[in-house]
């Protein structure tokens, strides 16, 4: 069973471009958390999703930013129009219930701006 | 408003020596405890869980965390070191019974020296 597979692992865009980054949870996980690690930080929670729905997005910048997590395929976090400070990496987490269950982690995407 | 705070950033110890990591929280009502423990260029790994019931709870790699509401704290011991242990580890806080919608620390660097 392969764990959290999280894709590219790293990303390089220019400003103004836009980043899409991927998750794959693991096998019968339903719920998605992505979280962002900014240089000398915690992790930051951002948007929690279950099967086609967004159930808090309480963590996500208001403009820009988007996230999905479709029926089929893997729940991508798009990053429009990257600006320098959304440098960071990003963490995609899974987890097969919603409560006390635990959340799997995956290696993380580290997404540069220049 | 929910905080996490880990006041050590950087601790060093010797191989063999016992650990204690401090974590302390504040949030409205008992939450959920964890920690996790990040190797360099790696997502991370869950080291053990409170969610109710005895407040010392075991978890993997010889680590254990003690709960004490009255001091909001979460503190994480090793009694002997490992060089392996050398990581950086998160104390974690997450609203009961709502998902895995986690409150980071800034984490702890710890290093081992032989």
């Known amino acids: 069973n392969a764990g959290v597979m999280q894709n590219p692992r790293h990303l390089v865009r220019r400003r103004g471009q836009e980043a899409r980054l991927r998750c794959s949870p693991m096998k019968g996980h339903s719920h998605v958390y992505w979280y962002r690690q900014l240089p000398e930080e915690g992790l930051k929670f951002m948007v929690y999703l279950q099967k086609e729905n967004i159930i808090d997005e309480s963590g996500m910048p208001k403009e820009r930013f988007s996230a999905e997590f479709p029926k089929e395929g893997p729940s991508i976090l798009r990053i429009q129009q990257v600006v320098r400070g959304d440098s960071a990496a990003y963490f995609c987490?899974?987890?097969?219930?919603?409560?006390?269950?635990?959340?799997?982690f995956g290696q993380g995407t580290r997404l540069t701006v220049v | 408003a929910q905080s996490v705070t880990q006041p050590d950033i950087h601790i060093t110890v010797s191989e063999g020596a016992s650990l204690e990591l401090r974590c302390n929280y504040s949030y409205g009502a008992t939450p959920y405890l964890f920690w996790y423990v990040q190797s360099p260029g790696q997502g991370l790994q869950l080291l053990l869980k409170?969610?109710?019931?005895?407040?010392l709870v075991q978890g993997i790699k010889g680590f254990e965390a003690e709960f004490k509401r009255s001091q909001s704290s979460f503190n994480l011991r090793k009694p002997s070191v490992h060089w392996s242990d050398a990581a950086e580890y998160f104390c974690a806080v997450g609203p009961p019974n709502t998902g895995n919608q986690f409150y980071f620390g800034t984490g702890t660097s710890l290093t081992v020296i032989p």
């Open positions: 987490a899974s987890s097969q219930g919603q409560v006390r269950t635990e959340a799997f």
């Open positions: 409170y969610f109710s019931g005895d407040t």
